[in-house]
């Protein structure tokens, strides 16, 4: 059951966003479909409340900017955290280039 604290607007700015997401990629599969959008819902739903805390911004102004953002975000974010876990050398490398080494 999803939470009732998040309005119709915050589901909107989701959806939209997945959308976009599904309609920009590169591989129109419908099992490749239907993960992305429900890995943005998943993130978005998460994650938002969570970095509007951590940068300290007003939920009533970001809310749903954040949540639209995480959307379109958050299935590279999470593909990529999963690649560094599996193989560390890429994490150091990409620690080293960010470091600019």
């Known amino acids: 059951m999803l939470p009732t604290d998040f309005d119709l607007k915050f589901w909107v700015a989701v959806v939209g966003a997945a959308l976009v997401r599904v309609a920009t990629s590169e591989n129109h599969s419908l099992v490749r479909s239907v993960v992305t959008v ?9 994650f938002t ?3 509007l805390d951590w940068f300290s911004l007003p939920v009533e102004t970001y809310r749903n900017p954040m949540a639209a953002l995480l959307a379109l975000t958050g299935e590279g974010v999470a593909r990529l955290v999963i690649n560094l876990v599996n193989d560390p050398l890429k994490a150091v490398d990409l620690w080293n280039k960010w470091r600019g080494k």
């Open 38 to 46: 429900a890995t943005a819902v998943f993130v978005a739903w998460v």
């Open 49 to 51: 409340d969570a970095a």
